[in-house]
């Protein structure tokens, strides 16, 4: 599947808000298991967020060392 580059590279921060949003809203909701359930999807998209940002920066990282280290 292609999704194009303005998508693609703002995904992380996606998650990270829907995370951060559900997050903050288990605080207000009260209702049946709804704060557990936005607990848990705020938790799970967060970490998402950060795996996927952390992954991008490591391999661009090794891209860039790996590039350089050819050239020379």
């Known amino acids: 599947m292609w999704v194009s580059k303005p998508i693609y590279e ?3 921060y ?3 808000l829907v995370g951060a ?3 903050g809203a ?3 909701v009260s209702h049946w298991y709804w704060p557990t359930i936005c607990f848990v ?3 799970v998209c967060l970490v998402a967020g950060l795996v996927v940002l952390l992954k991008r920066r490591d391999y661009r990282f090794r891209d860039r ?3 350089q280290h050819q050239d020379t």
């Open 10 to 12: 703002s995904l992380p």
């Open 14 to 16: 996606f998650y990270l």
């Open 26 to 28: 288990s605080m207000y």
């Open 65 to 67: 060392r790996a590039s």
């Open 41 to 43: 999807v705020g938790l």
């Open 21 to 23: 949003l559900t997050l």
